[in-house]
């Protein structure tokens, strides 16, 4: 379904004219240097295709013919390549290792790449571009190359070189009778394979293409479709025969997912361990928006967008283009990780643009919860998954939790266990965090306090559980044990601060934990301690205030055990949600 899913998306690039993407037996490379060549192979310059972009230089993109996989072996691209490959000149980190060694087998990897010319264009005449670059080769004068200005940054870099004429705009790999003489369909064997993919009869391809662009991948790139080893092999097949999917396909689905992993897609955003791509079966204003819903970075008021006016415009076809507006439309997300020399699979939804919409739009509405005027932010996704990791990283994320919690929020299903867990023990964590000037950060915060009560009510509703869902502000008539003992612990830290203004260490620092999973450990020596609180206070309206809120709390608890011995998981979550309520209607106006 996946690769079926990208091969029909290559097929939709390949028909947009906005989009030029490689045609088959080809791939978009960077290049940072091209050997500029006369009609008779002689060498003129050595060009730098490089440009700033901020403090780095990025390289011109090129259209090349498709790269080879390498290992260990000595494999030529075609027309284009290292400086080993392409002047016989050993790499740095070989040649500090062993320098005889690293000659040699660069003389071996520059032979092979003139053979791979020659096997390709037998008749190398055919096209001037091709000849030129022969004779320069078979010449084996490359010292004025040695001698450029320029060669001591190809050193040091390592950059990939091919050639061009110096009367021509394009490289010789972009001259026209070099790309028609590659995209001749090669003859198949059709009395053996079938494609697993369009069940169409295909040469099959033995190795894949690698898959460039996920985070923490290997740079040279990874596989989805690999059988590298003997237990992943069966009835005597060797690697791509084990599951034949014919070279067509495996060009089509290795093009598409690294034109959406490309740097600057806008189809890709990164999610805890997880780079996750997103595409529609036909062109769709999904595709543009997407991103927004799950990939907002909070720290900053630009990148924010209004969640609400993006899904009214779905809603609301007669106000945009309605093509780009196919509720029908089919709509895919493929959550890729790294994993050794390959890519796992951490998520993949196939939905529709309808779908989608309306699961987004319940997500959000699960998370509306009242805050301050300084929590102006949407709760993002990337906010979501950090609320679980160490000092709010990326880097600490629990594995998988990104992939279940995305596809939760799109299938519209309750969401990972591991989520409520991860935020609570956060939140008991840090009950006592500081800021650098000494004050203490709230350990239930809005974002927090938004993902207990998204995961609570998405439980009571889809599992159909005989209780009250959680309001968005402070309800009074909820009469959950954790929810009220939630609500009187913020009270009984209200009173302290009266009674102690200015206090640095209040009773969240010392009890919240124990408070919110065990009770019957805290509260009723927090209740004696309340009378000498409520003692301190000189305004006696305000303490009189404090009692009613108090007495309206515990009246509501059982007689027989008002402090249970333990909360389970999602009632520690209500705890968190009444003392969030509570907090919150102390500061509100």
Known sequence: MILQALVSYHQRLSTDDEVKIAPEGFEKKEIPFLIIL??????????????????????????????VKRSS????????????????????????????????????????FIKRIKDQFPDP????????????????????????????????????????????????????????SLIKPPKIDTSKFMCLVTGEYDTPAILHAPIKGVKNAQPSGANIVSFNLDPFCSYGKKQGLNAPIGKKAEF?????????????????IIIGDATVVFWADRKNKMEE???????IDSSSRESLQDYKNLLSVFRSPETGVKAELNQSARFYVLGLSPNASRLSIRLWYAGTVGDIVNNISQHFDDLEIIK??????????????RSTSIQDSDEKIPPNLAGDTMKSILNGTPYPATLLSGVLNRIKAEQSRKDKNGKAIPN???????????????????????????????????TNTGYLLGRLFAILEKIQEAASPGLNTTIRDTYYGAASSTPVTVFPRLMKLKNYHLAKIENKGVVVNYEKQIEEITSKLSADNPFPVYLNLHDQGRFSIGYYHQRQEFFSK
């Open 252 to 268: 089509a689905y290795t093009s598409a997912l690294n034109y959406l992993l490309q740097r600057d897609s806008t189809q890709k």
């Open 289 to 295: 928006v997407f991103a927004n819903f799950f990939g």
């Open 372 to 385: 301050s005027e300084k929590d102006w932010h949407t709760v993002d996704l990337r906010s979501i998954l």
């Open 38 to 67: 006369n009609q008779n192979g002689e060498f003129i310059d050595l060009q730098d295709t490089r440009y700033e972009e901020g403090k780095n230089k990025k390289s011109r993109t090129f259209l090349v013919p498709r790269g």
């Open 444 to 478: 239930v915060n809005y974002t927090r306090a938004a993902i207990i009560k998204a995961i609570i009510n998405r439980n009571i509703r889809q599992l159909k559980i005989n209780e009250k869902e959680v309001t968005v502000s402070l309800d009074t008539t909820n």
């Open 125 to 180: 005449e055919f096209d001037v571009g091709i000849n030129a670059v022969l004779k320069f080769l078979e010449k084996g004068n490359f010292q004025p190359i040695f001698s450029h200005n320029l060669w001591k940054e190809v050193k040091q870099t390592g950059g990939n070189l091919t050639f061009k004429l110096v009367d021509d705009v394009e490289i010789v790999c972009q001259r026209k009778s070099v790309i028609d």
């Open 73 to 112: 072996g000595i494999v030529a691209n075609l027309l284009w390549d290292n400086p080993s490959y392409v002047l016989g000149y050993p790499s740095k980190n070989e040649t500090e290792k062993n320098p005889e060694k690293a000659l040699t087998r660069a003389k071996e990897q520059h032979r092979q």
